[in-house]
């Protein structure tokens, strides 16, 4: 049969790359036909210049033409694209059967939503637009046929645990591993003095820096709590974290018989990405093999809510529902950036997005419109409060 054609959305990021390794090794059955990125041209063009897309896209409209020479003086083929509507629009045309949503932040929504619609099958790893939009995006799926993988390893490892006809009655619970993050075992007092170096610089999992930041602050784990309500059906009370540092169970779920499955595999996001690719087959992914006799132990502990609030603001705005999970993360967003370029302290981070939960009220989330206004405002409060506090800083 003919190759898969796959769009890469965040071709330039960590999951990007992991993506297009993957593609690379199967060259008979996969082939990147669209690269989209944000604004980095020198990247993607790198990029292009080793996979020959048929389509690359910037999201920064000002970069049209340095993309367009680039690919010209590179002696491409490939046709140039910028702007998100035009990122919309190949998510959502003939161009690709299959779309990589690894974009970072909210950003990805649009994108997402338009492959959703499309009917195409979505490797969804951007969890912020599901945190967003969780309800509308699994429903256009529904409507549309289109059939989300999830790329988070914890979700992915759900995904592969759930037989495709179990049903969700036989489910007690799920069971979210977490890594506990680089400032595992710290108390608040430690916590203070973290710098976006230290906060970057995860244990495990090499990431783009706005996830490791939510690792670093155990956010990144909440996100995944709303992320698994939305794909798997399951209300807040049935959904668990445990602290697991040596990220090689990558989620469990438990059914009401006694049984707990569970995906093993070492901390490489190929194996998720491979999932997604091939499902319901398998391929080779570059993974190696994981080989428990030298790993060792598997430990597990409770996560420290104290010293990372962040993880129970989310379940918070998971309970509150409606526009909540919207100003989460959206008040997230721009506390890591502010985190990020020195602007606030570590400890801000779930200061900000506690205040400004609480002075935005949830209201119901019936419309895209709804939610994105939340989002913006959210951000707007957001934004004051990063300029203004002393929290931290
Ligand atoms: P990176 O920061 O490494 O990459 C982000 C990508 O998004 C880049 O390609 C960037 O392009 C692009 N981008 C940023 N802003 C825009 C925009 N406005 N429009 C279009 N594209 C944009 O992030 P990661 O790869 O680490 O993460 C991507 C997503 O995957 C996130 O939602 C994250 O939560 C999720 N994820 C990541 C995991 C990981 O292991 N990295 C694990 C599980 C989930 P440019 O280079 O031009 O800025
Ligand atoms: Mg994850």
Known sequence: SAARNVAVFGATGSIGASALDVIARHPDRLRASVLAAGS???????????HKPAHAAIADASRYAELRDGLRDAGLSTQAHAGPEALDALAA???????????????????????ARAGKRLLLANKESLVLAGELLTGIARDSGAQIVPIDSEHNAIFQCL?????ADALRRIV??????????????????VTPAQAVAHPRWSMGPKISVDSA????????????HHLFGMAADRIE???????????????IDGSTLAQLGLPDMRTALAVGLA???????GVE???????????????????????????????????????LNAANEIAVSAFLQGQLGFLAIPALVEDVLAALPSQAADTLDTLLEADAQARRLASKAAATTTIGA
């Open 241 to 255: 974290v445990l602290v697991h540092p040596q990220s090689l169970v990558h989620s469990l779920v438990e059914f």
């Open 93 to 115: 045309g003939d161009v690709c059967d299959t779309v990589v949503a690894a974009i970072v932040g909210a950003a990805g929504l649009a994108s997402t939503l338009a492959a």
């Open 176 to 193: 979210l591993t977490a890594s506990g993050g680089p400032f595992r075992g710290w108390d608040r007092e430690r916590l203070r003095t």
């Open 289 to 327: 093999r994981l080989d428990l006799l030298t790993q060792g132990r598997l430990d597990f502990e409770a996560p420290d809510l104290d010293a990372f609030p962040c993880l129970a603001l989310a379940y918070r705005a998971l309970r509150a529902g409606g526009t909540a999970p919207a100003i």
């Open 40 to 50: 980095n041209v020198p990247a993607l063009l790198a990029l292009c210049v080793r």
């Open 279 to 285: 499902w319901p087959q398998r391929i080779e992914s």
């Open 217 to 228: 602050t155990l956010m990144n784990k909440g996100l995944e709590v709303i992320e698994a």
């Open 163 to 167: 037989p495709d006809a179990a049903c």
